[in-house]
């Protein structure tokens, strides 16, 4: 089997395995939200996996999604490209541009930039806030501790609209206590959306209140570099 069909089969073996751990978890079927992670995939390996229908993608690094959405986004309007990885402050132009969704705001400038960029673009992305619930120092996302209180300047000081929260819980503990620790956050900020839960766990994220799953290589295959979707 090519790797285009296997791409096809995992994401039909994925949207089977969210069905059930939203039955599992008493959630309304389509409750939760696949966003399809294609980083260091290029356009042959995504086309196939979009032509299925599904329409929601995510990537990590905004110069290499410049290289390859334009032209699907072209052909295919109705997708929505949400960036899921670190927003340097120099890239904000570019991402308020192209992505639909920024999940990882995760400090004041970056809020700064995206609100000047909302206010000189006149588009405005759906926007998560990057919560770092392992406190791990090599991570990016806002303290838990402070995460409400952002939550809150983010709106009251830069006008945005923030719609959810957004983690990665640390690789080697398990992600229960953290995905619990989202929701809780979440519901003290006032957001509504939970964006968590990778290829190992979105199923243990769906148990916690995932709207929102990021898997990749359960749908693509592995990488040649062992890293996170």
Do not use: C
């Given at each position: 089997?090519?790797?285009?069909?296997?791409a096809?089969?995992g994401l039909?073996a994925v949207?089977?395995?969210?069905a059930?751990?939203?039955a599992e978890a008493?959630?309304?079927?389509?409750?939760v939200?696949?966003?399809a992670?294609?980083k260091?995939f290029d356009?042959?390996?995504?086309r196939?996996?979009i032509?299925?229908?599904?329409?929601?993608?995510?990537e990590?690094?905004?110069?290499?999604?410049?290289?390859k959405?334009?032209?699907l986004k072209?052909?295919f309007p109705?997708?929505?490209?949400?960036l899921i990885?670190p927003?340097?402050?120099?890239?904000?132009?570019e991402?308020v541009?192209?992505?639909?969704?920024?999940?990882s705001i995760?400090?004041e400038?970056i809020?700064k930039?995206?609100?000047?960029?909302i206010?000189k673009?006149g588009?405005?992305?759906?926007l998560?806030?990057?919560v770092?619930?392992?406190?791990?120092?090599q991570k990016?996302?806002?303290?838990p501790?402070e995460?409400?209180?952002?939550v809150?300047?983010c709106?009251?000081?830069?006008?945005?609209t923030?719609?959810?929260?957004m983690c990665?819980p640390p690789?080697?503990e398990?992600?229960g206590?953290h995905?619990?620790?989202?929701?809780?956050?979440a519901g003290?900020?006032?957001v509504e959306?939970l964006s968590?839960?990778?290829s190992?766990d979105?199923?243990?994220?769906?148990a916690?209140g995932a709207?929102k799953?990021?898997v990749?290589?359960?749908i693509?295959?592995h990488?040649?570099?062992?890293?996170?979707d």
């Open positions: 089997m090519s790797a285009e069909a296997n096809v089969e039909k949207l089977r395995n969210i059930t751990a939203e008493r959630r309304a079927r389509g409750s939200e696949l966003v992670v294609t260091t356009a042959d390996a995504i196939p996996v032509e299925t229908g599904h329409r929601s993608f995510g990590n690094r905004v110069q290499e999604a410049q290289g959405w334009p032209e072209a052909e109705d997708i929505e490209l949400h990885g927003l340097q402050s120099n890239k904000t132009k991402a541009a192209l992505f639909d969704v920024i999940q995760d400090r400038k809020a930039e995206i609100a000047k960029e206010g673009q588009r405005a992305p759906r998560y806030v990057q770092n619930t392992g406190l791990e120092p990016a996302g806002i303290d501790r995460a409400a209180a952002f809150q300047r709106r009251s000081e830069h006008g945005l923030i719609e959810g929260l990665i690789f080697d398990n992600p206590p995905f619990a620790l989202l929701e809780k956050l003290e900020a006032g959306h968590m839960g990778m190992g979105y199923e243990t994220a769906i916690f709207t799953v990021r990749g290589s359960a693509f295959g990488r040649p570099k062992p890293d996170q």
